[in-house]
């Protein structure tokens, strides 16, 4: 589903925020805002039809706000340009997985074999039972 929507019109629509961030960079965190929100309203994108965006509202609740935006946030990285490409691949990982189709689970018998096997360990195993018991009489 993803290979044929065009990935660079797609990242336009994105728009990004920045703050500070916390983690390793010792004074650097204090000072250089590294931490990137990526934000998408994709109810108005153009890349994608109706059907695909109830799907992608659907599937991706959770990190939708109140507004109908989705929210990615990425500050693994010390440097703003790094978490804002982390950003965006989380974002189209994301997209991408929304359009996967679970396989549905056809519910199968067991086998003839399988069914005896299981009859003769559940008679062997009550026959051991019924020969360890006697003085209780």
């Known amino acids: 589903m993803m290979k044929n929507i065009n ?6 629509e994105f728009s990004f925020k920045t ?12 000072k250089v805002e590294t931490k990137v929100e990526l934000n998408w309203d994709y109810l108005k994108s153009e890349v994608f ?5 109830n ?4 599937k991706l609740a959770k990190r939708i706000n109140s ?3 989705l929210l990615v946030t990425a500050e693994e ?16 990982k994301l997209i991408e997985q929304c359009f996967i189709k679970k396989a549905v689970r056809k519910p199968s018998k ?10 003769t360990d559940k ?15």
């Open 49 to 53: 039809n109706d059907d695909q965006k």
């Open 67 to 69: 507004e109908n935006i």
């Open 77 to 92: 990285e010390r440097t703003q340009l790094r978490n804002k490409h982390i950003a965006i691949s989380k974002t189209l």
């Open 55 to 58: 799907l992608i509202t659907e």
């Open 123 to 137: 008679r062997m195993q009550s026959l051991k039972k019924i020969n360890r018991g006697g003085g209780f009489e």
């Open 110 to 119: 067991p086998s003839k074999a399988a069914v005896a096997k299981r009859l």
């Open 19 to 30: 703050s500070r961030s916390g983690g390793k960079g010792g004074q650097n965190v204090n």
């Open 7 to 12: 990935k660079d019109l797609l990242i336009k």
